[in-house]
């Protein structure tokens, strides 16, 4: 199990592009995911579901994640989580 120590953050609140915001959660509390985005409603539990990728791959636990989404692909998701999981353990 990986664990973060402090917030990390990537991404940007532009048009086709999404922030990325994760935070240490207490000891056992679990993953947390809140999205933000225009296209909730229709696309609210994919983004989450490849958040949540990013974070069994990488082995976290017991972290909040803040999902800021403009429109971004899968691919800018993927990336974006992994950049802020490196931020998060520098």
């Not at 609210?44 to 989404?69: F, H, P």
Request: proline share 2%; aromatic share 2%.
């Amino acid at each position: 199990m990986v664990c973060i120590n402090k917030t990390g953050m990537a991404g940007t609140v532009e048009s086709n592009d999404v922030m990325i915001m994760i935070s240490p959660a207490l000891a056992s509390a679990g993953i947390t995911i809140n999205v933000q985005s225009p296209v909730k409603k229709q696309y609210g539990k994919k983004i989450e579901a490849a958040v949540r990728e990013v974070l069994t791959r990488r082995g976290i636990q017991d972290v909040v994640v803040e999902v800021n989404d403009r429109g971004a692909l899968d691919c800018t998701i993927y990336a974006r989580v992994d950049t802020a999981i490196d931020r998060a353990m520098a």
